[in-house]
Nanobody, 122 residues
Framework: VQLQASGGGLVQAGGSLRLSCAASGRTIKNWYLGWFRQVPGKEREFVACINWTTGDSSYADSVEGRFTIDTDNAKNEVYLQMDSLIPEDTAVYYC????????????????WGQGTLVTVSS
């Protein structure tokens, strides 16, 4: 499966951004899709995950209540709505997918898209 992320940019603290990730190449029924992020010099961090079929989702504690992950099954896209952004959210955000495993802080999904940079200014 190929993943194409978009939607990053520069936003002021307190603002919002919506990231998109288009999946192509094969059916992703029952797959897990989601987002990780990485700050240069730091380890990649789990952000959010959703099951394509059930819609069950999970979030990192650091974004719970501020970020929302959802899908458009007709378009084969997954989104990350990011509200109440803070400077600590600044990172490169990566879309990822896996046919078997829900994402956690220790998960390494099998498929990755290119990153999209999110910068939150104070």
């Amino acid at each position: 499966v190929q993943l194409q992320a978009s939607g990053g940019g520069l936003v002021q603290a307190g603002g919002s951004l919506r990231l998109s990730c288009a999946a192509s190449g094969r059916t992703i029924k029952n797959w897990y899709l989601g987002w990780f992020r990485q700050v240069p010099g730091k380890e990649r961090e789990f952000v959010a995950c959703i099951n394509w079929t059930t819609g069950d989702s999970s979030y990192a504690d650091s974004v719970e209540g501020r970020f929302t992950i959802d899908t458009d099954n007709a378009k084969n896209e997954v989104y990350l709505q990011m509200d109440s952004l803070i400077p600590e959210d600044t990172a490169v955000y990566y879309c990822a997918a896996d046919p078997w495993d829900q994402f956690t802080s220790t998960t390494v999904p099998n498929y990755w898209g290119q990153g999209t940079l999110v910068t939150v200014s104070s």
